[in-house]
């Protein structure tokens, strides 16, 4: 028998599948919801829950349209990891790098669709949180213990060497590998840093451009399509008018025959009748 209570993790799932602006009002309906239930320690854990930023929401929002990009996101962290640590030999770090801003790029095009969609600015500033929170998802790898899509409530950043190095239990790090962990703040030049994001926000603009022109092209194929549904509709309508019509024509046609048969009979009945009357 299930234990009660143990569907608080899909009630909680889908509570961060909500829109962003129900998400307040879903989440105190549904601890008051637990409360008057008994269930007091679930009320709490999900009253407890912070609405996330616009920019946490759409990253949030990827995973649960596309689980599976994020998850191959956060495995191609974690093998830079292994290779940058020396777990994993024979492996071409700059060409995983590469594959992997390659599909950061691809997902902050997704995550800045998803943001217009549902009503909000992918500003510069939100597309650049995005960005950092991605990166770190993939620089956290899969980790245990540590921050997951789905379900964030703040915007993350990479995590540093020295978070790195406890959370892979002391192992040494050989500090030129480690290219993509350092926090940027600690390592970058504020004008470099500040050109980096620009170059991350050109390139997620540049991304962008195909979606909106396959939506423009969507858009007008959808408008000749109701065209044609109206005119298809009108023809239909007129066909239909016209069948009628006839059926009616020929109801009347026939009800007309019917008529003249009648009178035909009657006649011949008529005519016999009065030859009968000549021959006695």
């Given amino acids: 028998m299930a234990r009660r209570g143990s569907d608080i993790d899909a009630k909680i799932d889908a509570l961060f599948q909500r829109s962003l602006g129900e998400f307040t009002g879903a989440r105190n309906a549904l601890a008051k919801e637990l409360r008057n239930e008994g269930r007091t320690v679930d009320a709490e854990r999900v009253k407890a829950l912070a609405k996330p930023a616009a920019s946490v929401w ?13 998850e191959r996101l956060v495995a191609l962290g ?4 292994r290779v940058q640590t020396g777990q994993l030999r024979n492996a071409d770090l700059r060409a995983l790098i590469e594959e992997k801003k390659q599909m950061t790029m691809a997902l ?25 929170t991605l990166e770190a998802l993939a620089a956290w790898g899969d980790m245990e213990g540590v921050p997951r899509a789905g379900r964030l409530t703040a915007d993350l950043d990479p995590p540093g060497f020295d ?10 790090f050989r500090a030129e590998k480690v290219l993509l962990f350092r926090a940027p703040k600690a390592v970058e030049d504020p004008a470099a840093a500040r050109a980096r994001m620009r170059e991350a926000v050109r390139e997620a603009e540049k991304a962008l451009r195909e979606p909106h022109r396959d939506a423009a092209r969507a858009e007008s194929a959808l408008g000749k399509a109701n065209a044609r549904t109206a005119a298809v509709e009108k023809q239909k309508q007129e066909i239909e008018a016209q069948y009628a019509e006839a059926k009616e024509a020929l109801r009347s046609a026939s009800s007309e025959a019917q008529k003249s048969a009648q009178a035909v009979a009657d006649a011949e009945r008529s005519l016999a009748k009065v030859k009968r009357a000549l021959e006695t």
């Fill in 78 to 81: 974690e093998r830079i990891r």
């Fill in 58 to 70: 759409a990253v949030n929002q990827l995973y649960w349209r596309d689980p599976k990009a994020i």
């Fill in 108 to 132: 902050l095009a997704k995550a800045s669709a998803i943001l217009e969609e549902g009503g909000h600015a992918a500003s510069r500033e939100t597309v650049l949180r995005m960005s950092a």
């Fill in 163 to 172: 978070t790195l190095a406890a959370l892979m239990g002391g192992k040494n």
